[in-house]
């Protein structure tokens, strides 16, 4: 964290990424692709990414964007797993993200889909206590991923971010192709395809904010119109269509989008 308590817009200017490409398809044709996948896909010991031939949706329309910074909070090693909640309260966040080939809209099977964020109170596993909140740290919760199935939609399981100085709502993603699985759940090896962040609808957030557990805290939230990352892009830039699980925010919500990659 800089002097002025902003996180991942400092670590924008140390570090700064790649220009690499990245195209991401209307929440709509996500979830269409997202139709009848299931929850969660049982990794092979040595998985290589393949890419289906077949096109994915023949009238998508594509959308080229560009990467967005790591930020300062990732950390290596994390799990291989469907669900990355380990206990932590917040309501559920259903994430069916599609990963395709920019070039032919084909789906790519077997691309590990990493995520990581905070949770409800804006703190990151493995770095608790920057947002002003004490509370025990495994170092992984709300961190991991799984490798995308044969139709290249990776299903996670996580709860709705919070929130913390200097950035609005938000989970950062990574795609890798060609990892080897470990013997104690993680993953080594492969190539980064995509690094990238999530975002959510400025009303739904609000309508969650207002709610225990996310209404302890007590820092202030910065709005998607605010954000120092986020250009206003819509889906182009990570906005999520998510979809109500009942019929108050606390049942939750699901969270699609497709994302294209240079394979």
Request: hydrophobic share 35%; aromatic share 6%; net charge negative.
């Amino acid at each position: 964290m800089n002097g002025t308590g902003t996180r991942d817009t400092a670590d924008a200017s140390r570090n700064p990424i790649g220009r690499r490409t990245v195209l991401v398809a209307t929440g709509a044709t996500a979830a269409a692709l997202a139709v009848g996948v299931a929850a969660s896909e049982t990794p092979t010991a040595h998985p290589s990414a393949t890419v289906d031939t077949a096109p994915v949706a023949a009238a998508a329309v594509c959308t080229l964007t560009k990467e967005m910074t790591e930020g300062p909070y990732y950390l290596d090693g994390q799990y291989v797993r469907a669900d990355v909640t380990e206990g932590k309260t917040g309501f559920p966040l259903k994430l069916a993200l599609t990963v395709v080939d920019d070039d032919t809209c084909a789906t790519i099977s077997n691309a590990l889909v990493e995520i990581w964020h905070c949770d409800a109170l804006g703190e990151y596993s493995g770095y608790v206590g920057n947002n002003g909140h004490d509370e025990p740290d495994s170092g992984t919760f709300l961190r991991g991923g799984v490798l995308t199935d044969s139709s290249g939609v990776a299903n996670i399981t996580t709860v709705y971010p919070g929130w913390y100085r200097g950035r609005c709502v938000h989970v950062h993603v990574k795609v890798h192709v060609n990892v080897t699985l470990t013997s104690d759940g993680s993953f080594t090896g492969g190539t980064e395809l995509h690094t990238g962040q999530l975002f959510f609808d400025e009303t739904i957030t609000a309508k969650v904010g207002a709610l225990s557990p996310y209404s302890a805290n007590t820092v202030t939230r910065t709005t998607l119109a605010q954000d120092g990352i986020y250009d206003d892009g819509g889906a182009a830039s990570g906005l999520l269509t998510l979809t109500a699980l009942g019929s108050s925010p606390s049942a939750g919500y699901t969270g699609t989008l497709t994302l294209g990659v240079e394979n």
